[in-house]
């Protein structure tokens, strides 16, 4: 049992994570999912199908494979794994890790691999060798594009609607009603949080805050972070979207392609839509995104044109008929009064 501390600093700072980070979202799928228990309940994601219209640096059997000999199977993945950084994309995600001081990397690596037989591959990754890095990074960068790229839409929608529904149990009942309703291995007692989390001990909070965030891929137990001059991160277990427990289950996804599938969808949220952040919120690279983007645009289904400096993305009516087929197409709609004049057609 993890005793959590928060002092009066951080219970007035309490908040929730925007938005899910890729790499840290598959730093603890690539382990939860061996769980047999949870890989049992998301069956397109314990046995994915690569997306052909994506490039793979590596196949996606030897990219699980070695990470699956790099990470511990269970039990506390070292900090520098999950970084506070790097939310944006994967990519930016891959770089915060490179920049961890190879002094860190050893500490908390040599600590992972106690229990763990000595392999020259986890060695050379306990010394922060380029090429283990190297390697690493293309076996991330891989298995998020073939296990949770294809599902990132409703792995983010399954997180947004819940931090909506704690939301409204905040301000219905206060931080008690918040706290007594993340997880049953979450308690309350004030000013204490304990969490049956991986590592057990008592920590004091860091006067920076609290940051939740709800998580449908974290594994069975939550997980605590506490760096100094930052906030507590506590992210937890949440619901698996149903979308992501049956396969076969997005007939969008079947007929555009999984990636393609998922930046339509995320062009019919509200917001300034450039081809950066559309990489970043559906995990995949610059390059990779522009040219989906490429080829939507050539289907008629979304407009790019530019705003100054940006070039921005919208849905066409087309667009939002094959996501909806309601006529409705959405806040991030190519309606007239939406569409900024200065853009082209």
Sequence with gaps: MLRLHLTPADLCRVRFAGRLHPVGTAMLARQALRDPATAGLVPALAAPQAD???????????????????LP???RLPDFLTPFEGL?????????????????????????????????????????DPEILDLFEQAV??????????????LASAHRHQVATAT?????????GLFAGLHPAIGWRPPVLEVRTWWSGEVTGTGEGLV?????????????????????????????????????????GRLLGATRAALLRRLAEPGRHTT??????????????????TALRAAGLIRTGRDGASVLHRLTP????????????????????????????
């Design 52 to 70: 052909t219209t994506a490039p793979t640096p590596v196949p996606v059997r030897a990219a699980a494979a070695s990470l699956a000999h790099l």
């Design 73 to 75: 199977a269970r039990g």
């Design 88 to 128: 944006e994309s994967v990519s930016a995600g891959l770089a915060a890790i490179r920049a961890t001081p190879p002094r860190r990397v050893r500490a908390e690596l040599t600590a992972a691999y106690a229990d763990l037989p000595p392999t020259p591959l986890r060695r050379r990754f306990a010394e922060a």
């Design 141 to 154: 960068a891989t298995w998020f594009g073939a296990v949770l790229a294809p599902h990132w839409t409703e």
């Design 168 to 176: 409204h149990r905040l301000a219905e009942n206060g931080l008690d």
């Design 212 to 252: 939740l965030l709800p998580s449908p891929v974290a594994g069975p137990r939550p997980r605590v972070l506490v760096e100094p001059e930052r906030p507590v991160l506590l992210v937890y277990p949440a619901a698996m979207p149903r979308s992501a427990a049956v396969p076969g289950a997005d007939p969008l």
């Design 276 to 293: 950066t952040a559309l990489a970043g919120a559906v995990g995949v690279s610059l390059s990779t995104a522009s040219e989906h983007l």
């Design 318 to 345: 087309l667009g939002g008929h094959l996501l909806g087929g309601s006529g409705d197409v959405g806040p991030g709609s190519d309606r007239p009064d939406e569409w900024h004049s200065g853009l082209r057609p």
